[in-house]
């Protein structure tokens, strides 16, 4: 598919959930219009599954097949293979058409079918391995919600509406990468982030942040067998490291429960199998639901700066991610606990690369005890990387990248990047941008290790000691543009020049106003 007919296809799907702008909050309407895509792409990915299947039978059109020992060894195959299964008059087309229905005596009302498909899809799994992946993933599509108008007529024209224009745009799995419409549906998930702002936004990392993320914990590596985002939101950072590299296995936790239907809807439409990602819905620091595993790539974006238990939760001060560092993180800020979670879970030949506000790098008392810790005993970290302000929804504040390993290679210093400075990203209206030519001057220099003036440097772990463990990047990183130096005897001399000009002036005034007969005091 061209880049052309790939904007096509995002514009054509946005468009389509303008239907309902206006009518609600886009976090609301999100649900909706992202469910019945997920919705489509089910039925269409089985539609060509079992088209194939029946190649040789006496029917081979899906809709058509009646046989029941047919049906039922097709429902077997599909359980088996993508996890779940739709009766042929479940299809999503055929939804569309009984809402399009004109003839008379037969009704058009399709809310009631409509629910019970997406709950049978969730029933079809039952028994089976995909039956977690499946559980309640449609909840948040409420078909009776009042959003959606006051009488259920007006409800069932609405999403009838909806079904239609989607009905109309042929996914093309058949023909196309698999991750076609999962990139499409990315950039409706970066829509409704950036139209939510707020707090809203936070389920998704932009895809130039999550890009430098990704590329970080593959670096020199073309097969990961797995990945780890504790708090993975829509789960979007987690396939961009599949865009980097080979990848056996993709595990997250997210806390949010819409959100976390998004991301195992995401990983699905990916076509990521369900066997090979598991997604789990808790809060990671109380609740850590795969804390037995270690993990080779871990990449994260955690709430900047939220509350958690700390100190009042007793469990935590003997919990082997926090006890050996003598101090636990602030309940106010749980920044710190995030990476001590995150880096208890990396594996020894992993690499692991956090979003953070600044205020990591140099905030004291216990985060300043863990910071030392993390350097000076674990000698976790491996580089600093300044990003530019605003360039998240829903936060305008300057961010940090902290990368971190158990076994590194260049483990007497640590790299320090500023890409803050005015030149390293593209300002916009609304937010500011990292180019792929800003991307990869981060990538470079941190994989050289270099030192460039303005933008990096290669500090010693003993400057780092003798700053007392503060990483705030301009004691590292000296970004001050100098003023060139001023002539004060050429400043002088024109200062007398323009006081000549001025006397001169004064004197041709006086003459004009005497010829004009004016005299002033």
């Not at 323009?498 to 005497?514: M, N, P, V």
Request: charge should be negative.
């Amino acid at each position: 598919m061209s880049d052309e007919q790939k904007r096509i296809l995002e514009n054509s799907l946005w468009a389509i959930a303008n239907l309902l702008r206006g009518k609600m909050n886009p976090d609301d309407y999100r649900d909706y219009i992202l469910g019945f895509i997920f919705f489509k792409y089910l039925s269409e990915k089985q539609n060509i599954y079992v088209t194939e299947l029946l190649k040789g039978e006496d029917e081979t059109n899906f809709k058509k097949v009646t046989d029941i020992e047919v049906l039922e060894a097709l429902r077997e195959e599909c359980l088996i293979k993508l996890g779940y299964y739709l009766e042929p008059e479940e299809l999503f087309e055929a939804i569309a058409d009984k809402g399009n229905n004109d003839i008379e005596g037969e009704s058009s009302f399709i809310l009631d079918d409509l629910q019970a498909v997406l709950n049978h899809i969730e029933q079809s799994t039952m028994g089976n391995d995909s039956e977690e992946d499946f559980a309640a993933l449609f909840e948040d599509l409420d078909l009776y919600s009042t959003k959606l108008g006051r009488e259920p007529k007006q409800k069932n024209e609405i999403i009838v509406k909806i079904i239609n224009e989607l009905n109309k745009i042929d996914f093309k799995l058949e023909d196309l990468e698999s991750d076609v419409l999962g990139d499409a549906y990315e950039y409706l998930i970066g829509k409704f982030a950036a139209l939510s702002g707020k707090s809203k936004g936070e389920f998704y990392t932009p895809q130039q942040v999550s890009k430098i993320l990704a590329k970080i914990v593959t670096l020199g590596k073309t097969k990961i067998k797995s990945v780890y985002d504790p708090t993975c939101g829509s789960g979007s950072l987690l396939l961009r490291v599949k865009k980097e590299a080979e990848i056996s296995e993709f595990y997250g936790q997210e806390l949010n429960r819409t959100t976390y239907n998004l991301a195992r809807m995401n990983m699905i439409l990916h076509d990521i199998h369900y066997n090979n990602f598991d997604i789990k819905q808790e809060d990671t620091l109380e609740n850590p639901l795969h804390l037995n595993q270690r993990f080779e790539a871990i990449v994260a974006n955690p709430p900047f700066s939220t509350h958690w238990k700390g100190k009042e939760n007793p469990l935590n001060s003997t919990d082997e991610r926090f006890a050996q560092y003598g101090k636990l993180a602030p309940k106010t800020k749980a920044d710190y606990a995030f990476i001590q979670h995150m880096y208890h879970q990396l594996a020894d030949n992993g690499t692991m690369a956090v979003v953070l506000p600044h205020g990591v790098l140099f905030r004291g008392a216990a985060e300043g005890v863990i910071r030392k810790y993390l350097i000076e005993e674990k000698n976790a970290l491996d580089a600093v990387i300044g990003l530019p302000a605003n360039i998240f929804y829903g936060t305008s504040i300057p961010t940090c990248i902290l990368v971190l390993k158990k076994c590194r290679k260049a483990d007497d210093n640590i790299v320090f990047i500023d890409a803050s400075g005015d030149t390293n990203f593209e300002k916009q209206k609304n937010q500011n941008i990292l180019r792929n030519s800003d991307i990869q001057r981060i990538i470079d220099t941190y994989t050289n290790r270099e030192t460039i003036e303005k933008y990096s440097e290669v500090v010693a772990l003993k400057a780092i000691a003798e700053n007392e463990y503060n990483l705030n990047i301009p004691r590292y990183v000296d970004t001050f543009e100098e003023e060139e130096p001023v002539d004060i005897n050429t400043v002088m001399q024109n200062i007398k020049e323009l006081e000549s000009k001025r006397t001169e002036l004064d004197t041709e005034i006086a003459g004009y106003f005497k010829e004009l007969g004016l005299v002033f005091s």
